[in-house]
C-alpha cells in the first residue's frame, strides 16, 4: 500500500493544482467577450474557409524538428529509471548527448527556421544583429 | 501469455505489408509510410524476443530504432519536397531522367 | 596514452568535434564571410589518423561495442585517407559550384564517423546505427545540389532502396537476437559455435536477411540498381566519395560479421555470397562495357570491384582475408582519384562526364590526362599500380582456397574491364578535341595536390607494396 502513497499524492497535487490555477482565473481575469473569442479555438486565426488547405512549408519545417528533438526525450525515460544505478558517469553521458543534440538546435536556431515573421528567413542572422 | 510465434507472425505480416507498399504504391509519401511500418513490425519483433528472452535489451534497441526511423523520415520527406519542387508530381514514374 | 574505456572511440571523437566545429561556425558565419571549413575538417581527419597509430596493437575496447583493433583501425585509415582525398577535391568543387559549404563539410565528416564507426562495431545493432549515419549524410550529400533535378532524383532513388535495405538489414539484426539473445558479435559467434544449429531455421533466415542488406550498401549484383544512377546524379565528388568510403566500410563490417560471428555457418552462407560475387563482377564488367558516360562507367566498374572484394571473403584463408584489406585501400585512392579527375572537369553549368568531353585531354591538359591514366591503369588492374597487387592477391587467395572457378571468372572480366578503361585512354590520347566542345576547365591547386599525392600512393602501393601488405596481415591475425 505504502508504494501507491506516492502516486496518490502525485494525483491530488497535479489534480489540485490546475484545479487551483483554473479557479484563480475565473476569479481574478477581466472579462470581456467577443464573438472571435467565444469561437471555437483553432490557432488564433478566424475560423473561415475550408479546413482541407495547403499550409506553408514552414509547417513541415517546424513539424519535422519537433519530431527530431521529441524523440531524443525517448532516452530520458530508461535513464531516468536507472538513475541511481548509473551514477555520475551515466549524468556525464546524457549532458553529452544533450550537448550534441544542442549543437543541432543553435544551428537551426541562427539559419533562422525558428522565425515565423514574414520574410524574417531571408535575413541573415548578423543582419538581425545589426538591425 | 501469448506465444512467441503468434508476435513474430504478426510482425512477419506487418513487415510483408510494408515491403509490398514500398513495392507497388504510386505515392512517394505512401512509400514512406510503407518503410515506416517496415521498422515498426521489425520493433515488434525485438520486443517479443526481449520479452521471451527476459532481458530488456529488445525494448532498448527499440529506442534506437525510433529514432533512426525519426531521423530517416526527416531526411527522406525533405528529399521528397525537393523532387516536388521539380516535378509537382509525386508519382515515382514521373521520375525517370536518370535510366532507373 | 592512458588506458581508459574511451580509447577505442578517440578516433571517431576527433572527427566529431570537427564537424560539430563546422557546424558551429556555419551558423555563426557571417553572409560573405570565407572560413576554411574544409581545413577545420582535415585537421579532426588528422586526429584521427593520430590516434589510430597510438592505438595500434593495443586491442583497445569502449564498452564492448566499439573495438579498436589492427582491422578497424587499418580501415579507419583507409576512410581517413578517403576522407582528406575528398575535402581537398571537394575544396575546389564547393567554391565553383556555390556549395553550402558548412553544410557540406559538415556531411562529409559526420559520414567519416558513421565509417569509422562501422569498421570499429562489434555489436549488430551499433553497425545498423553506424550505417544510417554514414547512410543518411551520404543521401543528403547526393541532393546537395537543389538545383540540379538528376541530383535530387538521385538521391531520393538512393535514400528509397537504402531505407528498404536498412529495413531488412534490421529484420535480420532481429533473428539474430532472438536465436541468439545477444547483438555483440563475439557472443553470437559463441552461442553459435557452441550449438550444433542445424535444426534452426530461424538462424539461416537472419544470415539471408543480412546478407541482403549488406549486398544493398556494397552494391553486389542482383541489389545494385540504385548504384548507376546514384553515382551519375550525385556530383562526381561525392560519387568518388561514396563508392569508396561506404563500400570499405560496408565490407569492413560484413568481413567482421561473417568471419567472426557467422563463421559456424560458413557452410551455408558460402555458396550464397559465390552466386553474388560471380553475378557482381560479370555483370558490372559487362554492362560497364555499354556506357558513354565515364560516371556511369566507373558505377558499373565499382560494381565489379565488390565483385572481386567478395572473392577475397568466401576464400576467407589468411591471404585473402588480408587482401580484401589490401584491395580496400588500393581501390579506394585509386577510385576517389579517378572520380576527382570528373569532378576537376566540370564546370558550374556542365558535368563534362561524358565520353568525348574526354577526347583530346591530353593536347589541353597533359598533367590531368597522365594521372587520370594511372587511375585508370590501375582499376583495370595493371602493372606496376596499386590495383595490379590488390588483383593478384584477390585471385591467388582464391586459388589457394580452391575456387579456381572464382579465379578464372576474375582474372576474364579483369581482362575484358580494361577495355572500357582504355577506350578512356584511347579517347584521351588519339583522338582530337572535338571542336563544339569547350576547352577543359582549368584546375586550381588543391585539387591537383590531392591528385598527385593519390598518385604517388597508388605507385607506391604497386611498386613496393611489401609494408602495406605485412600491416594487413598483422591487422587480420589479431581478430579472426
Keep these: 500500500m505504502n508504494g501507491w502513497l506516492g502516486l496518490v499524492i502525485m494525483i491530488v497535487l497535479a489534480v489540485g493544482y490546475a484545479g487551483v490555477m483554473i479557479g484563480l482565473s475565473l476569479l481574478l481575469g477581466p472579462k470581456n467577450p467577443t464573438p472571435e473569442k467565444l469561437a471555437p479555438y483553432e490557432c488564433g486565426m478566424p475560423a473561415v474557409g475550408d479546413a482541407r488547405e495547403r499550409h506553408s512549408v514552414k509547417f513541415y519545417l517546424v513539424a519535422m524538428i519537433f519530431l527530431l528533438f521529441d524523440i531524443e526525450i525517448a532516452f530520458l525515460y530508461p535513464w531516468a529509471v536507472a538513475l541511481r544505478d548509473l551514477g555520475w558517469a551515466g549524468f556525464v553521458q546524457l549532458v553529452t548527448f544533450f550537448l550534441i543534440l544542442s549543437v543541432g538546435y543553435v544551428y537551426v536556431w541562427r539559419k533562422g527556421v525558428l522565425d515565423w515573421g514574414p520574410a524574417a528567413r531571408v535575413r541573415h542572422p548578423a543582419e538581425r544583429k545589426a538591425a | ?100 | ?480
Excluded at chain 3, 589492427?70 to 556555390?98: A, H, K, Q
Excluded at chain 3, 555470397?273 to 558490372?284: D, K, Q, R, S
Design chain 2, 1 to 100: 501469455m501469448i506465444p512467441l510465434s503468434h508476435y513474430l507472425i504478426v510482425s512477419a505480416i506487418l513487415f510483408g505489408i510494408g515491403t509490398t507498399g514500398v513495392l507497388v504504391r504510386r505515392n512517394l509519401i505512401t512509400i514512406l509510410l510503407s518503410i515506416e511500418i517496415m521498422l515498426n513490425a521489425v520493433n515488434l519483433t525485438f520486443i517479443a524476443f526481449g520479452r521471451q528472452l527476459g532481458s530488456v535489451d529488445g525494448q532498448i534497441i527499440v529506442f534506437f530504432v525510433m529514432t533512426v526511423a525519426a531521423a530517416e523520415a526527416a531526411v527522406g520527406l525533405a528529399i521528397v519536397i525537393g523532387l516536388f519542387r521539380h516535378r509537382e508530381s509525386l508519382n515515382p514514374d514521373a521520375f525517370a531522367s536518370l535510366k532507373w
Design chain 3, 1 to 480: 596514452m592512458m588506458d581508459t574505456p574511451f580509447n577505442a572511440v578517440v578516433p571517431m571523437l576527433c572527427v566529431v568535434f570537427a564537424a560539430l566545429a563546422v557546424m558551429m561556425a556555419e551558423a555563426f558565419r557571417g553572409r560573405d564571410e570565407q572560413m576554411a571549413l574544409g581545413g577545420l575538417g582535415i585537421v579532426g581527419l588528422v586526429g584521427a589518423a593520430v590516434s589510430s597509430m597510438l592505438l595500434w596493437n593495443r586491442n583497445a575496447s569502449s564498452f564492448g561495442v566499439i573495438v579498436a583493433d589492427n582491422f578497424g583501425l587499418f580501415v579507419t585509415m583507409t576512410l581517413v585517407i578517403v576522407g582528406v582525398l575528398t575535402i581537398m577535391f571537394s575544396s575546389v568543387v564547393v567554391r565553383r559550384d556555390g556549395l553550402p559549404a558548412g553544410e557540406y563539410y559538415a556531411l562529409v565528416l559526420f559520414a567519416v564517423v558513421g565509417m569509422i564507426m562501422m569498421a570499429t562495431a562489434n555489436d549488430l545493432l551499433v553497425i545498423f546505427i553506424a550505417l544510417e549515419i554514414l547512410s543518411l549524410a551520404v543521401y543528403v550529400l547526393t541532393g546537395i545540389r537543389r538545383d540540379d533535378p538528376r541530383a535530387t532524383e538521385a538521391a531520393f532513388k538512393y535514400f528509397l532502396l537504402g531505407a528498404f535495405s536498412s529495413a531488412f538489414f534490421l529484420y535480420g539484426i532481429a533473428f539474430t537476437y532472438g536465436v541468439s539473445g545477444s547483438t555483440r558479435l563475439d557472443r553470437i559467434g559463441a552461442f553459435l559455435a557452441a550449438q550444433s544449429m542445424s535444426d534452426s531455421p530461424l538462424i539461416l533466415v537472419a544470415i539471408g536477411m543480412l546478407l541482403v542488406g549488406f549486398a544493398f550498401k556494397i552494391s553486389a549484383v542482383p541489389f545494385h540498381m540504385w548504384t548507376p544512377d546514384a553515382y551519375e546524379g550525385a556530383p562526381a565528388v561525392v560519387t568518388g566519395f561514396m563508392s569508396t568510403g561506404v563500400k570499405a566500410a560496408a565490407f569492413a563490417a560484413f568481413t567482421r560479421v561473417f568471419l567472426s560471428a557467422f563463421e559456424p555457418f560458413s557452410v551455408d552462407w558460402a555458396p550464397m555470397i559465390w552466386i553474388l560475387a560471380v553475378a557482381t563482377m560479370i555483370l558490372g564488367t559487362v554492362v560497364g562495357v555499354a556506357q558513354t558516360n565515364v560516371k556511369r562507367m566507373l558505377a558499373y566498374s565499382s560494381i565489379a570491384h565488390g565483385g572481386y572484394l567478395l572473392v577475397g571473403l568466401i576464400a576467407a584463408n589468411d591471404v585473402g582475408k588480408a587482401a580484401i584489406l589490401f584491395y580496400l585501400l588500393a581501390y579506394a585512392v585509386t577510385n576517389v582519384a579517378a572520380f576527382g579527375v570528373i569532378a576537376l572537369l566540370g564546370t558550374r553549368d556542365a558535368a563534362n562526364d561524358e565520353l568525348r568531353d574526354f577526347s583530346g585531354l591530353w593536347h589541353g591538359r597533359p598533367a590531368l590526362a597522365a594521372l587520370m591514366t594511372v587511375c585508370l591503369l590501375s582499376l583495370g588492374g595493371l602493372p606496376p599500380t596499386a590495383g595490379f597487387i590488390g588483383k593478384w592477391y584477390i585471385f591467388s587467395a582464391a586459388v589457394s582456397a580452391g575456387y579456381y572457378g572464382l579465379a578464372i571468372i576474375g582474372v576474364l572480366t579483369s581482362v575484358v574491364s580494361v577495355f572500357f578503361y582504355l577506350r578512356v585512354v584511347v579517347m584521351m590520347y588519339m583522338e582530337e578535341r572535338d571542336p563544339g566542345l569547350a576547352a577543359p576547365a582549368h584546375v586550381g591547386g588543391v585539387g591537383m595536390v590531392a591528385l598527385v599525392a593519390s598518385i604517388v600512393v597508388i605507385f607506391y602501393l604497386g611498386v613496393l607494396p611489401t609494408r602495406v601488405l605485412d600491416l594487413a596481415a598483422e591487422s587480420i591475425s589479431t581478430i579472426f
